[in-house]
């Protein structure tokens, strides 16, 4: 009967240990190291086990205790390799089998595919279709995900975590995000309410959950919390946006307020110093918030001071490209004939059609849409193309610009 009682404790131990509950998300993936995003049911050891090897032999193996959700990062890897990595929580709880590859040294020239959009939807099941595609790629290089990541519309953790559970269990998302290292930022629905703001009750809980869900390189700076950060692959450089944290309310006072500020002066003032500083080519600035003249008012055209700033110094930067969310609809701008701005979704939410504005050249308004930017920075010239997908079409348009488009130098013609 002892011999008995003590396999019966074994078996019940083993039974309740900590368990893979979603996840693993390639994140932050550089020439050096990696960060791998994954949750568990409750709190445990996980391992992580990579190797050039795809059986994983010879594996190096870092192991956390006491994890229950966030990033492992792994470091001293080769750049521009192949590894392959799984997660595992106990003997009977591992990860499929997957792959990432570290990216080129910095300041080299490259071909980089990335894919950016926005707008989820209420529940994982709206972007299924979309994530199914996406997941079936084999040359993107980067995921950005762009803002409404979800629609919880709280600063409650518990309801935010269990609208990312919804969206992260779908099979497509899982494929896909296993693989291609992923960064996200807010807009408003994962952030707090509808159009919230830096006024927003419980903004430091939504902050704190947020970093917990994403394996970012970093969050804000010392001394001003948010979600904006900036990273460089080669010689193309990304600088991810916080658009809610620091904001004014949009109704607060009249759009041409010097006191008015989306972004909030020292991220402001960070991001005059990164592209100042910025040696890279071509620099990638993703909002969840549309920069354009004539947008909504939950954009920069309720905030008309300071769009003319940002503006202004993008326009005397060379090789920048902006990206935004929200708008449930894919299009191209050209903002005052200098500095291109590609709105892209939604992944999963209903689209809507956009009034037609002088900066517009093109506009995408039917179904669940996706893009991809393709950047050949090894020419004398970086090459530059778009490309638009919609969900169980595939590839629904592909434009080409040309240096001097891109640096206000050549007019963009316009679709009727």
């Excluded at 240990?17 to 996840?23: H, I, P, R, V």
């Excluded at 997941?135 to 762009?146: E, G, K, R």
């Excluded at 460089?232 to 600088?239: E, H, K, L, P, V």
Aim: with cysteine; proline share 3%.
């Amino acid at each position: 009967m002892k011999i008995i009682y003590l396999l019966l404790i074994f078996t019940c131990n083993t039974l309740t240990a900590a368990s893979l509950l979603q996840g693993p998300m390639v994140g932050h993936v550089d020439d050096q190291s990696a960060k791998i995003w994954c949750a568990l049911d409750e709190k445990g050891e996980v391992k992580i086990r990579i190797s050039e090897d795809p059986n994983l032999k010879d594996a190096q193996v870092i192991a956390k205790k006491d994890f229950e959700m966030g990033s492992i990062s792994i470091d001293g890897l080769k750049a521009d390799t192949l590894y392959y990595y799984q997660i595992e929580a106990h003997q009977y709880s591992k990860s499929a089998r997957s792959h990432f590859q570290t990216m080129k040294p910095l300041g080299k020239s490259l071909k980089l595919r990335f894919l950016f959009s926005s707008c989820s939807g209420k529940t994982g099941s709206d972007e299924e279709a979309t994530w199914d595609d996406i997941s079936q790629l084999n040359d993107v290089d980067l995921i950005l995900m762009l803002g409404d990541n979800h629609y919880a519309d709280s600063t409650n953790p518990e309801v935010i975590t269990k609208h990312y559970l919804s969206h992260r269990s779908i099979g497509g998302f899982k494929r896909a995000t296993s693989r291609i290292p992923t960064y996200g930022i807010w807009d408003d629905h994962d952030y707090g309410p509808n159009n919230s703001d830096g006024q927003t009750k419980g903004k430091e809980d939504s902050l704190e959950v947020f970093k917990a869900h994403w394996a970012n390189p970093s969050y804000g700076e010392k001394g001003n919390p948010g979600i904006y950060f900036t990273y460089s692959i080669g010689d193309i450089q990304f600088i991810m946006l916080d658009s809610r944290y620091h904001r004014t309310p949009n109704k607060s006072m009249d759009s041409t307020d010097p006191a008015k500020t989306l972004f909030g002066e020292k991220q402001l003032q960070w991001l005059e110093k990164t592209l100042s500083e910025s040696t890279a080519r071509v620099k990638i600035v993703s909002g969840g918030s549309n920069f354009e003249l004539e947008g909504s008012n939950d954009g920069f055209k309720g905030f008309k001071v300071e769009q003319k700033r940002i503006l202004d110094l993008f326009q005397k930067t060379e090789g920048v490209i902006l990206l935004s969310g929200d708008r449930h609809f894919t299009a191209g701008y050209h903002i005052g004939e200098k500095t291109i701005e590609i709105t892209s979704g939604p992944l999963g939410s209903g689209t809507v059609t956009p009034k037609k504005t002088p900066d517009m050249f093109f506009k995408e308004t039917k179904g669940k849409m996706f893009s991809i930017f393709e950047i050949d920075t090894q020419t004398k010239t970086p090459k530059i193309t778009l490309e638009v997908y919609r969900a169980g079409t595939g590839l629904i348009r592909t434009m080409n610009f040309s240096w001097k488009q891109i640096n206000g130098l050549e007019k963009i013609t316009q679709e009727n």
